[in-house]
């Protein structure tokens, strides 16, 4: 079965530092890989998404990540944290099999951002 | 605001009741999937809907079913309900299995 896997399950930063949060997801099928935050008490953002093409995919609030193939990882980079970044990240990818399209979540990464 | 809205927001309900949450997806989005989202098992598909078939199952119980109207909102239905089932249940949308999803709010169900 597909799977992701995140390393860290809680990560505690202090403002301006940078972040940099694992994902390691399962061999097999095309990849399409996704990285979503979840704000305490509301519902899940998409980041960002790698289909195909250029693996260094940026998307929102200054949040990019880099596709590598041979190491199965699609980590999380922001240069420099705020506080508004608290949050819970959500690594996932495409279920791909018949007809399916189902996201397959990692466990999440709960970020503590410190002022 | 991703443009998909659950209703209700919270629902509070007791064990053996019946409940019924509510999607409607994005404009032009045919595909809505429902997961729970719980502590222990975090975020888990449970069944997927396009163009008003279902299309794919993950793992979602008997207890539970849903189905997509014409219009293309969604309802979930769940029955016999044990303290288990207390969760969060999201509601995505996508305009084909193939795009990116777009998740509603939530409803926050609690089973007393």
């Known amino acids: 079965a597909q799977s992701v896997s995140q390393h860290n399950h809680h990560v505690i930063l202090s403002e301006a530092a940078s972040l940099e949060l694992g994902c390691n997801y399962s061999?097999?099928?095309?990849?399409?890989l996704f990285w979503y935050v979840q704000y305490p008490g509301q519902h899940l953002q998409l980041l960002l998404k790698?289909?195909?093409?250029?693996?260094l995919v940026k998307g929102i609030k200054g949040f990019e990540a880099e596709f590598i193939k041979s190491k199965f990882s699609f980590n999380l980079r922001k240069p420099s944290v705020q506080w508004s970044d608290t949050a819970e990240y959500f690594c996932a990818r495409r279920n791909y099999g018949g007809s399916q399209g189902n996201l397959i979540f990692g466990k999440g990464t709960k970020l503590s951002v410190k002022p | 605001d991703s443009g998909v809205t659950q209703t209700p927001k919270h629902l509070i309900t007791a064990t053996g009741q019946r409940v019924t949450l509510r999607c409607s997806p994005r404009s032009g989005d045919l595909s809505v999937y429902w997961y729970q989202q719980s502590l222990d098992q975090g975020l888990q598909f449970l069944i997927q809907y396009y163009n008003g078939e279902e299309r794919a199952k993950g793992n979602i119980l008997e207890r539970f079913s849903a189905q997509q109207f014409p219009d293309l909102h969604s309802e979930l239905n769940l029955s016999s309900l044990e303290l288990g089932d207390s969760a969060l249940y999201f509601c995505a949308s996508s305009l084909t299995s193939d795009y990116e999803q777009y998740f509603g709010p939530g409803t926050r169900l609690t089973v007393t």
């Open positions: 061999y097999g099928g095309t990849v399409n």
């Open positions: 790698y289909f195909s093409g250029d693996p």
